[in-house]
């Protein structure tokens, strides 16, 4: 097994405007480790978790996931990623 972290952000910033919403996060998550991202409303969590599955590009920094670059190889980061959100976007019926 790769003892390359996982997920790997270097400064991972993102800007809305004058605010920053998540301001130049670096942090590593092993393989098989559970990471718990904790903080108050408005802090910045889903913004990064946004970052983190492709669906926002950064202002600046980067992030590799499972060794795909997040921004220029977000087709590969995305094929060996799942996501669960906090509130389901499908109709609940489905
Ligand atoms: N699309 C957007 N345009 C402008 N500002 C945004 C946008 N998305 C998030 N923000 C702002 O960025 C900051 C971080 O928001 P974010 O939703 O990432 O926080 P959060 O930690 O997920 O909060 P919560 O615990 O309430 O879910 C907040 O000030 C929010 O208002
Ligand atoms: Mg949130």
């Known amino acids: 097994m790769s003892a390359e972290p996982i997920v ?3 400064a ?3 800007r809305f405007g004058d605010l920053t919403a998540v301001d130049a996060l670096t ?3 092993r393989r098989g480790e559970v990471f718990g991202l904790l903080g108050r409303n408005g802090a910045g969590k889903s913004t990064f978790i946004k970052m ?3 669906l926002l590009p950064p202002t600046s920094g980067t992030a590799r996931i499972a060794g795909f670059d997040l ?3 977000a087709a590969a980061v995305r094929r ?3 996501y669960v959100p906090q509130a389901l976007s499908a109709d609940g019926e489905l």
Request: proline share 0%; glycine share 6%; aromatic share 0%.
């Open 52 to 54: 983190l599955t492709t």
């Open 27 to 29: 942090l590593e998550v």
């Open 71 to 73: 921004v220029h190889e």
């Open 80 to 82: 060996v990623i799942g």
């Open 8 to 10: 790997v952000t270097q």
């Open 12 to 14: 991972l910033t993102r």
